[in-house]
């Protein structure tokens, strides 16, 4: 890759669940296929003791589970020869005073520096402000680069991350912070934009004229597990609506932007968050699964939520009037990522003996990728007419197969190549918090709705729809384990 120059990876949480299960396997994943290419050196800094070799070693295992490519002990041997490791506290001195022998023994004239912040969120602008006062980041470093990813909770709420803001743009610029949000690096939520702008039969129909309503569905199959102490602290409005959702909304209702590049495309979607409030009043729903009180480092009448629900509106010229529906929740029935754009009916329905379903355009992007567009066909059966609807499907893995690049790879790559426009700006940031905090002061001292693990959440998310005479969509695309991408596969593979 002609733009790649040798770089240095140091990961402050080195040890963590993020470098093992994410970091490292990426890396991996991008060496082996080409995308980097040795010399590029790893530091990880964490608390527990352990040789440079041992931190090498730490990693077979996770590559061998988490990585998409087979292990190959050779190749992972060649990478691992450049990973160093440093076992201080972020506090001391005497941590980077060690960071810096090994930048002196690792980097040659290149001395270009990709940090990574994978530690708790009050950690961040302490290892910054080290790093800067020990002259091993430099503010503005262009020639060499240094830049940092930062990963979420980008502070707790509006004030914190505002604070948390000023006191890093006090030691490097803008440029250098790469604020991470994974669900930008999916593959299908790249395709948005060309689902977008890349085809001309969607956009006449993408606004208030043509759209009923959208749904966003984020939902997971497990609890909290051990981050029982940081979901009392965030519940799920902060740790799935605040950055995730949101982040998903704004692609799929921005603007088209002047350019592809990171600025434009933030300024789009910054007017789109700028532009989102609730519906109405009292248009959120909130729950709690059985049993959460129970859990590991809950409080035992937490009124916590993890699950919910809300009703959205962009006030713009495109959107207005429309009502966005958003979900997310923790022990749900599926787990699913999934977006349903729904089109107004028919405005007379000349089949009157036929209960006319929907035109839907259906975009699911977590666990399979693809697209349904959902639209109405005649059976072929004589007498009176039936109408029946049928999907119409792109499955990602039948034409591009299942080794498709994961979402850590394209944005670490992203990052050493400085590319920031699957990164998150500070002012969509900022405005998601806006948004997320005239949200809680909806619900403030308000207890959730309990509901059964494997359900779709409390009964009330369903009537927050059947209120306005509609529903949740609860179908998906028409895959399998026989036939994982539906007839389209079937027909393909018949040569039809």
Known sequence: MADLKPFTFIIFGGTGDLAVRKLIPALYNLYIEGNIEIPFSVIGISRKPMTHQQYADFFVEGVKKFSRNKYEEEVYKKMAASFYYISGDLQQDNTYHNLIDILNKVEGEEKNRLFYLATTPEFFPVVVENLTKHGILLKGAV??????????????????????????????????MYRIDHYLGKEAVQNFLVLRFANGIFEPLWNNKHVDHIQITVSETVGVGNRGRYYEHAGAAKDMLQNHILQLLSLIAMEPPVDFDAASIAAEKVKVIRALRLFSENAIVRGQYQGYTAEKEVAPASTVETFIAAKLEIHNWRWAGIPIYVRTGKYLKEKKTEIVIQFKNTPYNLYKNNNIGPNRLVIAIDPKTGFDLQFNVKEPVRGDVKIRGVKMNFCHECEFGDNTPEAYERLLLDAILGDAT??????????????????FAQ??????????????????ADELLKQDERNWYYGDLRRNNANPCGNGCIQKQAGI
């Open 443 to 460: 619900y403030e001292g308000q207890m959730p709705h309990i509901y059964e693990k494997g359900s779709w959440g409390p009964e009330e």
């Open 143 to 176: 020639k060499p680069w240094h830049r940092i990813i930062i990963e979420k909770p980008f502070g707790s709420d509006l004030e914190s991350a505002r604070l948390l803001n000023q006191r890093l743009e006090r030691l490097v610029d803008d440029f250098q």
């Open 422 to 439: 699957l990164f998150t700006s500070w002012k969509e940031v900022e405005y998601s918090w806006m948004l997320a905090e005239s949200i």
